[in-house]
C-alpha cells in the first residue's frame, strides 16, 4: 500500500514495551496512532526479568493479563543475591514488602520475542495502526515545534506523515532523541555486558526456582535469568574498560568469567550454550546508563531507553519504559482533549519520570556499594566514595531533576541519610541476612523500612493498586506541589480536587 494519507494524532517510533504502551494508552483515549517499527516482530531484545508493577500495573491497565499468564512465562518471586559479605545466597522477595502482597507480589522472566509481541498486537487490536520494518528516518519541524516525521517502508520508499505528538520509542540507539537534547552518561555505572543462552542449566530449589540469580564476583556480576525450565539467559557485567577484549573473542571472555564465579559455573556444569537460532549468539551491549538532559520539547516526547536507562542489576528497564508510556500517553490524551496547556502536562510527566529514574538510579547504587572486595578493581570503583561524591553529585542533580527543585533526590548527604548514616548500613542490614532467616522475611523488614525502597515499592503500589481499582478519583494527592493527579479513567491528568472542595 501506498503510505498512510493524511496526519495522525500520535506517531510513535518503535514497538518495544515503551512504544506499544504508550501508543494503546492514546488510542484507548480515541485518538489516532500511527507505529513504526523496523524490524519485523518477533525480534531480540534482553531485558528479560521484570517487575511486579509492569505485570500487575501497567499490563492490567493495557489488558494483557490474561494473555500473559496463557503466554506460560517463569513466574519470578523476586532475586536471589550471591552479593555482599554474606557467602550464602539470599533472597530479596518481593513479598517482602508490606506495599506488595499476596498475588500481586511475583512477575514473570520473559522471552522479550513473546511479551514484546503481545504488547504489540495489543497495540493494534486496540486502534493503533502497526507498520513493521518502517524506519523513522528524520523528524519535521516548524521552528521550535516537532511536527511530524519522516521515514521509509519496506521498499524503500519515503513518507512524511503530520503528527501533533511524534513518540520516540526507539530504544538505547535512538537517533531522533538528540532533538529533543543531550544525552548524560552516567560516570558510575560504567559498564558492559557480555551475556548468551544455555540449555539444562541448573535452578534453585522449589519456590526460588523463577528468581533472577545474581551473582558478584571479582570482576563484576552475572545474572542468570531462568525463562524455561531448560533455557537460561546469563550475562556478564564487567569494567567498561574491557569492552575490547569481550568483542575480540567473546566465547574466550563468558568461558574465563564462568571459569571465575564459582556459583554460575556449578549451575552451568551440565548445560550447553546455545548455538543457533535467535539465541545463539553472544552478545554485547554498552554505554547504556544515561539520562537525556530533558524529556520533552513542543510535539516530541521520549520514552524508556530513548530517555534513560540505569542498570541491568534490578530489572528495571522494562519497568521504566512502560511507566514512562503511561505518563507521556496521560500527557498527550490531556494536551489533545485541550485540558491542560502543554507545558503543564509534560511538566507533570517529565517530574515523575525523573523521579522514579532518581529513585532507581540511588536505589542500584546503594546496591554495588553493597558488595564488598578490597582487592577488586572492580568493586573498589563503584564505592560511593568522597571523591567519586562530586561526580556523583553532578549526575544525581541532572537525573534526579534540581530544575524542578526536588533537593530531596539531589543532595548526597540527604541520600546518605536515607539510608541511616551510609549506604553501609543498607548493605549491612541485607547481608547479615542468613537465608533461613530470609525465608521469615524479618531481616528483610530492614532493608524494606530505609526510606529509598519505601519510596520505590510506592511508586509501584501506586500504578498496581489503580490497576486492580481500575481508575482512582482525583481525590488522590499530587506527587509535587502544585502538581496534578491522574484522571478517573486513567488515561490523563487532572487537577485534584481538595477535600473542601470535594465536600
Ligand atoms: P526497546 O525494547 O529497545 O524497543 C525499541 C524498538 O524500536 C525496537 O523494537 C527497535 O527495533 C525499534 N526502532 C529502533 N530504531 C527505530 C527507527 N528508527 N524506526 C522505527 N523503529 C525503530 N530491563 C528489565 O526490565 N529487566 C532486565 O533484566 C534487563 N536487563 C538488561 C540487561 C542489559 C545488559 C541491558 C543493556 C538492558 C537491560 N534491561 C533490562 C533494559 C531493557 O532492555 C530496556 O530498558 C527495554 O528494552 C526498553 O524498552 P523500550 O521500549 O524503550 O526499547
Known sequence: ???????????????????????ALVAMAGHRVLLLEKESFPRHQIGESLLPATIHGVCRFLGVTE???KAGFMPKRGGTFRWGSNPEPWNFLFAYSPLMSGPTSTAYQVERM?????????????????????????????GERITGLRWTDEDGRTHETAARYVVDASGSNSKLARTVGKRNYSDFFRNVALYGYYEGGKRLPGPDAGNILCCAWDDGWFWYIPLTDTLTSVGAVVNRSQVGTLSRDPEA????????????????????????GPYGELRVRKDYS???????????????????????????????????????????????????????????????????????????????????????????????????????????????GVSS??????????????????????????????????????????LFGTQVVTEVMQGMNEVQA??????ATTLEKPLFEGGLVASSD???????VTADAAA
Not at 500500500?1 to 501508543?23: C, E, L, N
Not at 491542560?340 to 556499594?369: K, Q, T
Request: charged fraction near 25%; include cysteine.
Open 1 to 23: 500500500p501506498a503510505g498512510p494519507a493524511g496526519s495522525y494524532d500520535v506517531v510513535v517510533v518503535g514497538g518495544g514495551p515503551g512504544g506499544s504502551t504508550t501508543a
Open 67 to 69: 494473555e500473559l499468564e
Open 114 to 142: 513473546k511479551f514484546d509481541k503481545i504488547l504489540l498486537d495489543n497495540a493494534r487490536r486496540l486502534g493503533v495502526e502497526v507498520r513493521e520494518r518502517c524506519t523513522a528516518v528524520a523528524t519535521l519541524s516548524e
Open 253 to 276: 571472555a563468558m568461558a574465563q568469567f564462568i571459569e571465575q564465579a564459582p556459583m554460575i559455573k556449578e549451575f552451568l556444569q551440565d548445560a550447553e550454550r546455545v548455538t543457533e
Open 290 to 400: 544515561y539520562a537525556m538532559e530533558r524529556f520533552w520539547q513542543p510535539g516530541m516526547v521520549l520514552v524508556g531507553d530513548a530517555a534513560c536507562f540505569v542498570d541491568p542489576v534490578f530489572s528495571t528497564g522494562v519497568h521504566l519504559a512502560t511507566y514512562g508510556g503511561l505518563l507521556a500517553a496521560r500527557s498527550i490524551n490531556s494536551a489533545l482533549d485541550g485540558e491542560l496547556d502543554e507545558e503543564r502536562a509534560f511538566g507533570e510527566f517529565e517530574r515523575r519520570y525523573r523521579r522514579e529514574y532518581g529513585v532507581f538510579y540511588e536505589f542500584l547504587l546503594a546496591f554495588y556499594d553493597m558488595q564488598h572486595n578490597e582487592e577488586s578493581y572492580f568493586w573498589q570503583a563503584r564505592k560511593v566514595s568522597r571523591a567519586e561524591a562530586t561526580d556523583l553529585r553532578a549526575f544525581v542533580e541532572l537525573v534526579g
Open 405 to 446: 527543585g526536588e533537593s530531596a533526590l539531589t543532595d548526597l548527604e540527604t541520600l546518605k541519610e536515607r539510608f541511616g548514616g551510609s549506604s553501609r548500613e543498607l548493605a549491612d542490614a541485607v547481608t547479615r541476612t542468613g537465608p533461613a532467616q530470609t525465608e521469615s522475611g524479618e531481616r528483610m523488614g530492614e
Open 466 to 471: 489503580r490497576a486492580s481499582m481500575g481508575g
Open 490 to 496: 486513567g488515561l490523563g491528568w487532572a487537577v485534584p
